[in-house]
């Protein structure tokens, strides 16, 4: 049993709800709902467990359930404290210090970090971390989520991928 949508009224259902016979015994597919014959794919978001076409998942999970999981700042340090293993020389953290929450260039985030410049930036994001908490404030989040899906979501993927394999890691 596949999950599908209608296109047209957005209705989620089973390929065995969209089944339909005519008196000739001729069987096609449409919507139970609407009648449409514009269905899609879908599948099952690993975070909410929607229905969703795949075409919008990324590795499986739904940019909302995604863009919920980046607000855990811990969860989302991890991440780039894990950037080394998917990154060139510059970790995760100082790429998002340097580019989201400094808003300088690229070609100002150094290439090669020395240790104290990396502890500096580990205290930098616990005070944004803090902040935010203190102040009721979303400051930090913000910055996480545009520098996250400012070039088409890669990021998202990449997210979605160390999501799983983190997951796979804790079974």
């Known amino acids: 049993m596949d999950d599908l949508i209608c296109l047209d009224c957005n209705h989620t259902f089973t390929d065995d709800d969209a089944i ?26 690993k975070g909410c467990d929607e229905v969703k076409a795949e075409d919008e998942l990324f590795d499986g999970w739904c940019k909302e359930c995604l863009l919920d999981k980046l607000a855990d700042y811990e969860l989302f340090f991890e991440y780039l404290k894990d950037g080394d ?4 020389a510059v970790t995760g ?11 300088l260039p690229e070609k100002y985030v150094p290439k090669i970090s020395s240790f104290e410049l990396k502890e500096s930036l580990k ?3 616990g005070s944004l971390m803090a902040y935010d908490r203190i102040c009721g404030k979303s400051t930090l989040y913000e910055a996480i989520k545009d ?5 088409k979501d890669p990021d998202l993927y990449d997210f979605a991928e160390w999501l799983n394999e983190r997951e796979k890691v804790k079974k």
């Open 85 to 88: 293993n998917r990154m060139d």
């Open 20 to 45: 339909r016979k005519n008196i000739d015994g001729e069987t096609w597919m449409c919507c139970p709902e609407c009648g449409s014959t514009d269905l899609t794919d879908g599948a099952r978001c």
């Open 93 to 103: 953290l100082e790429e998002f210090v340097f580019t989201a929450v400094w808003k």
């Open 147 to 151: 520098w996250m899906t400012d070039n």
């Open 123 to 125: 205290k930098a994001y």
